[in-house]
T-cell receptor, first 114, second 112 residues
């Protein structure tokens, strides 16, 4: 079956530091890949997505590139802010009739200190 | 501009009690789903619906029941609560883009 593995957290950084959160996946076919973010006390919201190999998703300074050869979709940001403190989830959708069914990673807690 | 609305936000139950978590969306989305979020396990799909009158099981459906009588509403029923059902529950609907889910704010359930 499909699965998503994220790097263990929590991750603690100082403001303006570089962020990488690793994500690898196992899936048949050509899944779409997503990063969702959950701020304290809120539901998840879509941060960025990529639907085919070599696509780069980007939003709010975050980027991730769909690497089929390494089955990875690592999240990066060049300079984090305190307001980026949240839980980040990598997810995949197998598409087709499963277009609304996502497989999530376990989540990575990010804390950014001033 | 409500989006996806879940009630209640918090609930405490005793083992064996039943309850219904409510979910409503105002975006006219056909696809809706329920997930549970547990520490270290991400979100796991409980049940989903591709339209009014159509529901199906997800990854962890045991102990839960759903129905979809209207496009807007997708309630989740716990038939006989167990401590293993202590979790945060999220309802979501899916827009035009595959995989783009719109989540409610969650319902935190504790079963004693």
């Amino acid at each position: 079956g499909n699965s998503v593995t994220q790097m263990e957290g929590p991750v603690t950084l100082s403001e303006e530091a570089f962020l990488t959160i690793n994500c690898t996946y196992t899936a048949t076919g050509y899944p779409s890949l997503f990063w969702y973010v959950q701020y304290p006390g809120e539901g998840l919201q879509l941060l960025l997505k990529a639907t085919k190999a070599d696509d780069k998703g980007s939003n709010k300074g975050f980027e991730a590139t769909y690497r089929k050869e390494t089955t990875s979709f690592h999240l990066e940001k060049g300079s984090v802010q305190v307001s980026d403190s949240a839980v980040y989830f990598c997810a995949l959708s197998a598409g087709g009739t499963s277009y609304g069914k996502l497989t999530f990673g376990q989540g990575t807690i990010l804390t950014v200190h001033p | 501009n409500a989006g996806v609305t879940q009630t209640p936000k918090f609930q405490v139950l005793k083992t064996g009690q039943s309850m219904t978590l409510q979910c409503a969306q105002d975006m006219n989305h056909e696809y809706m789903s329920w997930y549970r979020q547990d520490p270290g396990m991400g979100l796991r799909l409980i049940h989903y619906s591709v339209g009014a009158g159509i529901t199906d099981q997800g990854e962890v459906p045991n102990g839960y029941n759903v129905s979809r009588s209207t496009t807007e509403d997708f309630p989740l029923r716990l038939l006989s609560a167990a401590p293993s059902q202590t979790s945060v529950y999220f309802c979501a609907s899916v827009g035009q883009v595959a995989g783009e889910l719109f989540f409610g704010e969650g319902s935190r359930l504790t079963v004693l």
